[in-house]
């Protein structure tokens, strides 16, 4: 019923910036937290940013003043803006989504995007 949509990746030199898209459709009166998650080749999965419906926030440590994670609820969207992009940041990103805050924190979202490729390499 509830499907999520990620856009906005590609190709940016060390140093550049990139704002993925998360569309939700479906029913999205359930959902009360989006977060993105990133996967980069022989990694593990990794918490990058989330949000609830209310504003509260949680970055990862190694993104924290470079990322911000936001949302659009009239466009039923949600929005990851990278700023001063490293070759670390180097992943597929996920945007999901989930009616309790603790599952989004643990990696246990309900719902998942296809995911979007975010390559940083001069």
């Known amino acids: 019923q509830v499907q999520l949509v990620e856009s906005g990746g590609g190709l940016v030199q060390p140093g550049g910036s990139l704002r993925l898209s998360c569309v939700v459709s479906?029913?999205?009166?359930?959902?009360?937290?989006m977060g993105w998650y990133r996967q980069a080749p022989g990694k593990q999965r990794e918490l990058v940013a989330a949000?609830?419906?209310?504003?509260?926030?949680n970055y990862a440590d190694s993104v924290k003043g470079r990322f911000t994670i936001s949302r659009d609820n009239a466009k039923n969207t949600a929005y990851l803006q990278m700023n001063r992009l490293k070759p670390e940041d180097t992943a597929v990103y996920y945007c999901?989504?989930?009616?309790?805050?603790?599952?989004?924190?643990?990696?246990?979202?309900?719902?998942w995007g296809q995911g979007t490729q975010v390559t940083v390499s001069s």
């Open positions: 949000i609830t419906s209310l504003g509260s926030t």
């Open positions: 479906g029913s999205i009166f359930s959902i009360y937290a």
């Open positions: 999901n989504a989930d009616g309790s805050w603790p599952a989004i924190l643990a990696g246990k979202a309900g719902y």
